[in-house]
């Protein structure tokens, strides 16, 4: 099946220093990636909608300049939080698909915990 | 906007029985999916099921099986057997025209040994 990482799996940083997450298709080339935010024990938050060689798709109320979003290649997109903050503090999940992959089958990175001290 | 429903925060199950989890959705769209997924503690997001809404025929996987009712908006999943590993959170999301999910706000099953 197709597979979805991420990295770090985990990060722990200062307030007001930025983070960067890569999210990296291995088998196949994602055509659209897509971000979620997920706090504890609550439900995946779409944050934005990338498709390669394209600016993303921000959803309402997503900061667009505090996640900034790249899609450079087929198989990469990072997703950096800037000037972070305590409340950012939370678990950040990519997922990615193809256009020859069955429609609304999207494959899921395995998270990304970041804590903001 | 679409919007998915899952009305049961918590469930829990004796071994070797059966449970249902229950979903509902809004959509004005005639042509979408909807998924059920699975996220243990681990949080990797894990595929249990996917039903085509053209599809009369209900999808089954194994031990999971879905009731879509398509007049009524609703998608239950069924989990026949089981096992300790079904624990986890499980999410009903929805897919349409646009690509992107909606997820439901999840509900957390415990297996009773």
């Known amino acids: 099946g197709a597979v979805v990482s991420q990295h770090p799996s985990w990060v722990i940083c200062k307030s007001g220093t930025s983070v960067k997450i890569e999210c990296r298709s291995l088998?196949?080339?994602?055509?659209?990636m897509f971000w979620y935010r997920q706090f504890p024990k609550q439900s995946l938050m779409l944050m934005a909608t990338?498709?390669?060689?394209?600016?993303?798709?921000?959803e309402q109320g997503v900061e667009k300049d505090k996640f900034l979003i790249n899609h450079a290649s087929l198989t990469l997109s990072t997703l950096t939080v800037t000037s972070a903050h305590p409340e950012d503090s939370s678990f950040y999940i990519c997922?990615?698909?193809?256009?020859?992959?069955?429609?609304?089958?999207?494959?899921f990175g395995p998270g990304t915990r970041l804590t903001v001290l | 906007a679409q919007t998915v429903t899952q009305s049961q925060p918590e469930m829990s199950v004796q071994e070797a029985e059966t449970v249902t989890l229950s979903c509902t959705y809004d959509t004005s769209e005639s042509d979408y999916y909807l998924f059920w997924y699975k996220q243990p503690p681990s949080r990797q997001m894990i595929l249990v099921i996917r039903?085509?809404?053209?599809?009369?025929q209900n999808a089954t996987e194994n031990r999971f099986s879905v009731n879509f009712q398509k007049a009524a908006k609703s998608f239950s999943l069924k989990i026949s057997d089981s096992q300790l590993g079904d624990a986890a959170m499980y999410f009903c999301a929805y897919t349409g025209t646009g690509n992107q999910f909606y997820f439901g706000t999840g509900t957390s099953l415990t297996v009773i040994p």
């Open positions: 088998d196949f080339q994602a055509t659209t």
């Open positions: 990338s498709n390669e060689g394209s600016k993303a798709t921000y």
């Open positions: 997922s990615a698909s193809h256009y020859t992959s069955g429609r609304g089958e999207q494959f």
């Open positions: 039903q085509e809404a053209y599809k009369q």
